[in-house]
């Protein structure tokens, strides 16, 4: 006779929740286990005289829950296997519900040569939709508390998050709900559901979720579908939701008409306005300017999702899939001791996904950089794929040498009276030699100019307001005097 495992739910409570035909297994199989024995049903097992072993004893041997789980379905498929015959192993609510080792069981079951057998019992979720009082049809998600992660929460559907077992669990569902939450959100416990005297429901901000004193097998936490706008707003899905309704037909009569031409320009200008965030360390402009930016990627994708070529869900995934594929130091066997293996992986990486793609080889070694970058971030990935292969100076002093080489023809060309293309070519040598020694020391050329930049514009603005303090204009002073307040700026900044 082939040994079996015969899993039957408990319900959700009380013996008044076990069914007829659950209670029928139970009295003809005389090996029984139950997964635990403070389910309030176990009472009506000891109370009827009929004989049990319970795993209780593994809670306490045992570092974690999952820990648990996996030593009562190692034990179960043992016990089967050395006495053969069937043995009934009893848990609380629905077997198909929340119950991890049956999962386990019939993973590994079939392989140990065990057969399973699986008797439905009213869940605890039974239990919920009454005492909470809501319908599963208007939307509804259940989630592991051990497992709640912000990508899973939907404020729009009701949401169950079951096996509350402790405050250390409940603090860190709350964590979890506050990225998606504000703290104050109403969230409603409830332990042991349907159990006479022991039921207990009570609705906190969800700031206190995990100062109460009541958890345990059976407390679960509830929240409500909302319509708040608030919670909505906070979804990637709302945001394409509302960019589809302005691309659409009765959208807005301009979102319509763009094209990705149209609307190259403002990529660029929302780009550089979310750097000058960046650059003034403005988190409250950094957090509006990516917002601007992100909706530039936005519309371009909704105007291929309209062409049927790809959408926004496209771009996520080849970017997904591109991050785990270029960081095998994270995600794969290879290691990586420091940011320059990294980057070196990185690489690697790059050129195997084009070759798996199939992309021609580049004929220059100087290929791939963006045709459009600014002139001067374009001369320093120029000069650095050419140091790559040794086309480079060992050390800084060359390049200091050849930044005085290229004034000298500057000054030569201007002296000399040649025409302005002339000087402008030997500007750019100068230009593109200053660029080199940042390269040397280790400065993005982009960021040391808009720097300087800045640092020109505070000190011109002490002049303006030097200016304006004794009630004059720029016609009513003279050289000598702004240099001298420009001094004044210098040694206060």
Same mark, same amino acid.
């Given at each position: 006779m082939k040994p079996t495992i015969i899993v039957a739910g408990l319900g959700s409570g009380g013996e008044d929740h076990i069914t007829l035909g659950v209670w029928r297994r139970i009295r003809e199989t005389p090996r029984r286990y139950v997964r635990t024995s403070s389910h309030p049903a176990v009472r009506k097992l000891a109370g009827d005289g009929?004989? !049990?072993? &319970?795993f209780d004893h593994l809670y306490e041997q045992s570092d974690s829950f999952p820990e648990v789980y996996e030593r009562i379905a190692d034990e179960l498929i043992r016990l089967a296997r050395e006495d053969g015959g069937t043995i009934l192993y009893a848990v609380p609510g629905h077997p198909m519900v929340a119950e991890r080792t049956v999962r386990l069981l019939r993973e590994r079951c079939a392989g140990a040569g065990v057969g399973l057998e699986i008797v439905g019992g009213e869940s605890f979720l039974d239990q919920a939709f009454v005492r909470l009082g809501f319908d599963p049809i208007e939307g509804f998600q259940l989630l592991d508390a051990s497992d709640v992660k912000p990508s899973l929460l939907r404020p729009e559907i009701h949401t169950v998050i079951a096996q509350v077992y402790d405050r250390l669990i409940a603090s860190d569902v709350k964590l979890s709900l506050m990225e998606r939450y504000p703290d104050d959100h109403p969230v409603t416990i409830g332990h042991a559901l349907g159990v006479p005297g022991e039921e207990r429901i009570e609705t906190v901000p969800l700031h206190e979720l995990d100062r109460l004193e009541t958890y345990g097998d059976m407390t679960l936490v509830w929240l409500p579908k909302s319509?708040?706008? =608030?919670?909505?707003?906070? &979804? !990637?899905?709302r945001l394409k939701e509302i960019v589809e309704i302005l691309r659409g037909p009765n959208g807005c009569p301009w979102?319509?008409?763009q094209t990705h031409r149209s609307i190259r320009k403002n990529f660029i200008e929302e780009t550089y306005e979310a750097i000058e965030a960046i650059d003034n360390d403005d #988190?409250? $402009? =950094?957090?509006?300017?990516? +917002?601007?930016v992100l909706l530039q990627v =936005?519309?371009?994708?909704? =105007?291929?999702?309209e062409n049927g070529t790809f959408d926004i869900y496209d771009v996520i995934q080849s970017l997904n899939e591109k991050l785990l594929f270029r960081h095998p130091h994270v995600f794969g066997e290879v290691g990586a001791a420091n940011a320059d293996e990294a980057l070196a992986n990185w690489e690697r990486m790059k050129a195997e996904e084009?070759?798996?793609? $199939?992309? #021609?080889?580049? &004929?220059?070694?100087?290929? +791939?950089? #963006?045709?459009?970058? #600014?002139?001067l971030l374009k001369a320093y990935e120029l000069q650095k794929k050419a140091a790559k292969v040794g086309f480079d100076w060992p050390e800084i002093g060359p390049a200091l040498d050849k930044v005085g080489e290229e004034l000298r023809e500057l000054r030569d060309a201007i002296a000399s009276g040649r025409d302005r293309e002339a000087q402008a070519q030997e500007l750019g040598d100068l230009l593109f030699a200053a660029v080199n020694v940042a390269r040397f020391i280790g400065a993005d050329p982009e960021e040391a100019l808009a720097r300087t930049n800045a640092k020109f514009g505070r000190r011109f603005a002490y002049i303006e307001e030097q200016l304006k303090q004794s009630g004059r204009t720029f016609d009513q002073t003279n050289l000598e005097e702004m240099d001298r307040w420009w001094e004044e700026a210098k040694r206060k900044n």
């Amino acid at each position: 006779m082939k040994p079996t495992i015969i899993v039957a739910g408990l319900g959700s409570g009380g013996e008044d929740h076990i069914t007829l035909g659950v209670w029928r297994r139970i009295r003809e199989t005389p090996r029984r286990y139950v997964r635990t024995s403070s389910h309030p049903a176990v009472r009506k097992l000891a109370g009827d005289g009929l004989d !049990f072993r &319970s795993f209780d004893h593994l809670y306490e041997q045992s570092d974690s829950f999952p820990e648990v789980y996996e030593r009562i379905a190692d034990e179960l498929i043992r016990l089967a296997r050395e006495d053969g015959g069937t043995i009934l192993y009893a848990v609380p609510g629905h077997p198909m519900v929340a119950e991890r080792t049956v999962r386990l069981l019939r993973e590994r079951c079939a392989g140990a040569g065990v057969g399973l057998e699986i008797v439905g019992g009213e869940s605890f979720l039974d239990q919920a939709f009454v005492r909470l009082g809501f319908d599963p049809i208007e939307g509804f998600q259940l989630l592991d508390a051990s497992d709640v992660k912000p990508s899973l929460l939907r404020p729009e559907i009701h949401t169950v998050i079951a096996q509350v077992y402790d405050r250390l669990i409940a603090s860190d569902v709350k964590l979890s709900l506050m990225e998606r939450y504000p703290d104050d959100h109403p969230v409603t416990i409830g332990h042991a559901l349907g159990v006479p005297g022991e039921e207990r429901i009570e609705t906190v901000p969800l700031h206190e979720l995990d100062r109460l004193e009541t958890y345990g097998d059976m407390t679960l936490v509830w929240l409500p579908k909302s319509d708040d706008p =608030m919670l909505r707003n906070r &979804s !990637f899905d709302r945001l394409k939701e509302i960019v589809e309704i302005l691309r659409g037909p009765n959208g807005c009569p301009w979102d319509r008409e763009q094209t990705h031409r149209s609307i190259r320009k403002n990529f660029i200008e929302e780009t550089y306005e979310a750097i000058e965030a960046i650059d003034n360390d403005d #988190p409250a $402009g =950094m957090q509006e300017e990516l +917002g601007d930016v992100l909706l530039q990627v =936005m519309l371009h994708s909704q =105007m291929e999702a309209e062409n049927g070529t790809f959408d926004i869900y496209d771009v996520i995934q080849s970017l997904n899939e591109k991050l785990l594929f270029r960081h095998p130091h994270v995600f794969g066997e290879v290691g990586a001791a420091n940011a320059d293996e990294a980057l070196a992986n990185w690489e690697r990486m790059k050129a195997e996904e084009k070759r798996r793609r $199939g992309l #021609p080889e580049r &004929s220059s070694v100087l290929d +791939g950089i #963006p045709r459009d970058l #600014p002139a001067l971030l374009k001369a320093y990935e120029l000069q650095k794929k050419a140091a790559k292969v040794g086309f480079d100076w060992p050390e800084i002093g060359p390049a200091l040498d050849k930044v005085g080489e290229e004034l000298r023809e500057l000054r030569d060309a201007i002296a000399s009276g040649r025409d302005r293309e002339a000087q402008a070519q030997e500007l750019g040598d100068l230009l593109f030699a200053a660029v080199n020694v940042a390269r040397f020391i280790g400065a993005d050329p982009e960021e040391a100019l808009a720097r300087t930049n800045a640092k020109f514009g505070r000190r011109f603005a002490y002049i303006e307001e030097q200016l304006k303090q004794s009630g004059r204009t720029f016609d009513q002073t003279n050289l000598e005097e702004m240099d001298r307040w420009w001094e004044e700026a210098k040694r206060k900044n």
